[in-house]
């Protein structure tokens, strides 16, 4: 296939972009580089920087495109809510404008990356996908927003998407993996201290209501999430919109990341004990039941396999 990869310059679209190109595909990547790196971008992809608001059109003209993989966003949970309005813009108008261009150059196939943000508070764990949304910061509700986007654009104009929400995403492919700046991510800070970048790590909270105190996550390895895409593309079909969690339906505690972290690098990581960051709920865990049963999808990298591979990109 042809595939327009938005943000293939950032994390997690460079990898799939990767992993799209090992498959086969021909990737054309879209990215304006405010976040991603020039360097990060696959080889064999060609790469045209811009916003979507700039370029979506222009590329799609150029025509033969199969689909749209949907990265390019503003991520930052504690941004958004400084700065609300920027992440409505960046991430529901620009992603208009490419769904616009879509539409006009009759490219209706697209895989987007939502969030589990877009639930908030969960009131179960493990989440499903049809718990209440109610996200907690202008991030999540920009995301929660756009899935809403493309369920109308389904029913309107015969789009077939697919939104995969996320929970947390960690480990690398090769030499593709996380560089933020500032990183707020737990696995990639905790490995800035083997890195000999800090001294220590900070433990965000001890008192939460978990089996150690520290807060619980559901990571998932950035390959296992690549993996989803390319189901989630044989999957999009015209006139729906599907809608499933990427998570292993198991967490970790900070802690045990740290431990972890520990003994693949053999460096004693000393961990200091640091107030609560606002908005984290103590416990976040996806049911992936629903990717599971209908595509086949399943994760098959544990945590060590997360922390060897970004500790290898780290490197
Ligand atoms: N965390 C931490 N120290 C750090 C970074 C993160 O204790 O330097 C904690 C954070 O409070 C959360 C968990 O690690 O409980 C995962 O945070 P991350 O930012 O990686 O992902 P999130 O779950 O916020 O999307």
């Known amino acids: ?126 989440i499903p996908e049809d718990a209440p949304t109610r996200p907690t910061s202008p991030y999540g509700q920009t995301k929660l927003a756009i899935d809403g ?19 947390n995403v960690a480990g690398a492919h090769g030499r593709f993996g996380e560089r933020h700046d500032p990183e707020t991510h737990l696995i990639p800070n905790v490995l800035r201290v083997p890195s000999g970048a800090v001294p220590h790590v900070s433990v965000f909270g001890d008192d939460y209501a978990t089996p150690d105190g520290t807060c619980v996550r559901d990571y998932i390895h950035v390959v296992d999430l690549g993996d989803a895409h390319l189901l989630a593309l044989g999957a999009a079909e015209p006139g729906t919109h599907r809608i499933y969690n990427l998570g292993s339906g198991s967490g970790y ?31 976040l865990v996806a049911s992936s039941a629903k990717i599971q049963d209908e595509l086949g999808w399943k994760p098959e990298r544990d945590l060590r396999a997360m922390v060897r591979d970004a500790w290898e990109f780290a490197k």
């Open 149 to 167: 986007v493309l369920t109308e654009f389904a029913r309107l104009y015969g789009f077939g998407a697919v939104s995969l929400r996320y929970f």
């Open 1 to 126: 296939m042809k595939l327009l990869v938005t943000g293939g310059a950032g994390y997690i679209g460079s990898v799939v972009a990767a992993l799209l190109i090992e498959a086969g595909h021909e990737v054309v990547v879209l990215d304006d580089l405010s976040v991603g790196h020039a360097d990060a971008v696959p080889q064999a992809a060609r790469f045209v920087q811009g916003t979507l608001r700039e370029k979506a059109a222009d590329v799609l003209g150029e025509g033969g495109f199969d689909a749209v993989l949907h990265f390019a966003a503003k991520s930052q949970v504690g941004e958004s809510v400084r700065l609300p309005a920027l992440y409505w813009d960046r991430n529901l108008g620009e992603s208009l404008a490419l769904f616009e261009a879509m539409r006009g150059h009759g490219v209706r196939k697209i895989v987007f990356s939502s969030t589990a943000a877009t639930y908030g508070e969960p009131e179960q764990v493990p």
């Open 253 to 283: 505690s900070v802690q045990e990341v740290i431990d972890v972290c520990r003994e693949v690098t053999g460096h004693p990581i000393p961990a200091v004990v640091a107030p609560r960051r606002p908005g984290d709920p103590a416990v």
